[in-house]
């Protein structure tokens, strides 16, 4: 049965003259992970942008069936839905374990944040063990964890991760893959933007292929590994 936790609807977005998104609408039922695919300048980040509330839309995106154009960025945090953002955004003269604790900064129970901590630094081991790293000294990789990380300290219910992958080394996409794996059985709804096809193919169950700012394909993943056009313009199989 469907059980939609967010939804957008013919969503437009201009930058001036120029019209990024030209009527999008995209379904994410709750516990699913929902990919949405697509080349540079497609406007995967200007949708991730609009339900977060960063630019101006036309069209509806409701989360959990409240309409977002009523909401401000706190509300919509604290309502469940966090975003983590391309440049990831981190406090660069935070430690490690002060970017996590910011990341709970609208929540009281202090016992239940504890336990979000040591949730992530068992989700995340490299995180463990630079508790008091400053955040601008880390990898690139170490950095996404934490940005990931920090996004999970806000006790989600749904999570919008935008290029997790972008420049990072195999075997930290492994490691973030695990956590994506791990955070879905423990039933987070996410959202992921992402030009590297091969990882959002391995994890969505539905995705979406955006081009020039509409949605071009739309289905499983089974039906887009079986799509030709796909398969040779997104994944490189020939
Ligand atoms: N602030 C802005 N002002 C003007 N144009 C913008 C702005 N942000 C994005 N655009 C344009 O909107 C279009 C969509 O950009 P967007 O960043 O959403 O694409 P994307 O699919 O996320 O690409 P990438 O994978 O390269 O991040 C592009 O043509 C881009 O140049």
Do not use: W
Request: aromatic share 8%.
């Amino acid at each position: 049965m469907s059980d939609p936790l967010l939804e957008i609807d013919d969503l437009h977005v201009y930058y001036g003259k120029a019209h990024a998104l030209k009527g999008v609408s995209v379904s994410v039922e709750r516990g699913e992970i929902y990919g949405v695919i697509g080349p540079n300048g497609a406007g995967k980040t200007t949708m991730l942008n609009a339900v977060a509330g960063f630019v101006d839309y036309e069209g509806t995106i409701r989360y959990d069936g409240r309409d977002l154009a009523d909401e401000r960025a706190q509300d919509i945090v604290q309502d469940g839905l966090i975003y983590c953002t391309e440049d990831r955004d981190l406090f660069p003269f935070f430690s490690v374990h002060e970017n996590l604790l910011m990341g709970a900064q609208f929540r009281d129970d202090r016992e239940a944040v504890e336990a979000d901590l040591e949730m992530v630094y068992d989700l995340f081991p490299r995180l463990d063990e630079r508790r008091e790293q400053e955040a601008e000294t880390m990898s690139g990789g170490e950095q996404q964890m934490l940005a990931i990380g920090r996004a999970l300290m806000s006790d989600p219910e749904m999570l919008m991760l935008d290029e997790p992958t972008i420049g990072l080394a195999p075997v930290i996409i492994q490691d973030i893959s695990e956590a994506i794996e791990r955070l879905l059985d423990e039933g987070l709804t996410i959202l992921l933007a992402e030009q590297n096809s091969t990882f959002a193919l391995r994890h969505a169950e539905r995705l979406s292929l955006i081009e020039t700012g509409e949605i071009e394909l739309e289905g499983t993943a089974s039906e887009f590994h079986d799509n030709e056009y796909v398969r040779e313009a997104y994944v490189g199989v020939h």
